[in-house]
């Protein structure tokens, strides 16, 4: 039977890719590595940490909030910094002492905890939120984990975390962009696990939890049919959008597109998602709002049919966004970013990939 947690390896490799994993993470000087990729100030890399870290201080809800497998305190930073009570756990005293030292250099004091994500050494229904990225995903026993975190939360607390696509994965099989591997290579240091919309909805009501939010992430960074579609011209593609990037206006104008757009799509469109649930079972079940475009008519141009989907995901949004949108637009960095998107990318990107789903 295949089930949510089924990694396509056996037990042996599972437990092979934990221990690699967790011997990565606890190595001398570790935490300067990550600290150097996770905090330089190139554009990728800071429009990520934007819209993370936007979107987990919308999203939280407080006082008390676990940062599980903090690292250098990516997260526990700053939503100590905007008055939460976060907490970091991470298994390497390496990485947390690398975060705890940095917070400490602006005159911040993060508590943090060496502890195991498998058996969180809390009681149950300790947390109002428990924050998770970039970690779950990279455990082939990530359900067990997951337990954990649900265990911790208090009734109606919420559990933020992230997850590679398995909706993209199968968009871009489906459509000719990827091989299906027959026998998927073992490869433990570079395991990163999926989930479709179809298996979060079953690991919510499998847990009693609701779905307050998803959002495909990363679109501009490792996304595999953004490199798929743009192939011989990706190079000079990203030479052209870090260009753009480099200026603050053109990165608060992503960040708006992430936070006003992007959760109307479907996780097809990029290789990651962050997603919210809430450990309160919803009357409504989640219906996301990219279904309601499935029937949509294309017949304009690119950006005529990407405005009718927009318009249909967004219902009755659709208008206040466009207004900030446009809004936006009025600084000339952010407006060169939107023309070169139109340009660039807009002609090559397949939209049935917006509302896209495995198994529908
Ligand atoms: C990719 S880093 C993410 C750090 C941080 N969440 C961020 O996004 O910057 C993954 C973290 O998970 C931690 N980790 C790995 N196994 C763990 C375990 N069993 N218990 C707690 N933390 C663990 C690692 O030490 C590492 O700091």
């Known amino acids: 039977m295949t089930t949510v947690s089924d990694t396509g390896h056996s037990a042996e490799e599972n437990e092979q890719i934990r221990h690699i994993k967790r011997a990565y993470w606890t190595q001398e000087g570790i935490a300067e590595e990550y600290q150097y990729f996770a905090y330089k100030p190139e554009p990728i890399t800071r429009l990520k940490n934007v819209v993370e870290i936007g979107f987990v201080g919308r999203h939280a809800v407080g006082p008390r909030v676990l ?9 526990t930073l700053p939503l100590r910094q905007s008055g939460l009570d976060a907490v970091a756990l991470d298994i390497s005293a ?3 002492r690398g975060g705890i030292d940095g917070a400490a250099r602006r005159g911040q004091v993060v508590p943090g905890l060496v502890g195991d994500i498998e058996r969180l050494p809390f009681n149950d229904a300790t947390f109002d939120s428990v924050v998770s990225i970039t970690v779950l995903r990279h455990f082939p026993q ?4 997951f337990e954990e975190y649900v265990r911790v939360l208090r009734p109606g607390g ?11 994965r199968e968009f871009m099989v489906t459509h000719g962009f990827t091989e299906n591997p027959d026998a998927p290579v ?6 990163d696990t999926g989930l479709s919309m179809d298996g979060l909805k079953k690991l919510s009501r499998e847990h009693g939890l ?11 960074n490792e996304n595999r049919l953004l490199d798929a579609l743009l192939g011989d011209v990706k190079e000079a593609f ?7 990037l480099a200026k603050p206006e053109a990165i608060e104008y992503c960040d708006l597109l992430a936070l006003r757009f992007m959760p109307a799509l479907s996780n097809a469109v990029a290789s990651s998602w962050l997603i919210v649930l809430e450990k309160k079972p919803s009357s409504n079940p989640y219906e996301p709002a990219y279904r309601r475009a499935r029937d949509t008519i294309l017949t304009g141009s690119p950006e ?7 318009e249909t995901c967004l219902g009755i949004r659709y208008n206040s966004c466009m207004r900030i949108a446009q809004a936006g637009l009025e600084s000339p960095d952010a407006r060169a970013l939107f023309d070169f998107l139109r340009a660039e990318l807009l002609p090559r990107f397949p939209l049935e990939a917006c509302t896209w789903e495995s198994g529908r």
């Open 158 to 168: 919420r559990l933020i975390f992230d997850m590679a696509s398995n909706d993209q």
């Open 186 to 191: 073992f490869d433990p240091v570079s395991f």
């Open 304 to 310: 005529q049919n990407v405005n009718a989907i927009l």
């Open 210 to 220: 609701s779905i307050v939010t998803t959002t495909p992430n990363d679109f501009f």
């Open 238 to 244: 990203d030479k052209w959008l870090m260009e753009l």
């Open 94 to 96: 390496e990485m947390l």
């Open 67 to 75: 940062d599980a497998g903090a690292g250098t305190c990516r997260f």
């Open 142 to 145: 990530w359900p067990l984990i």
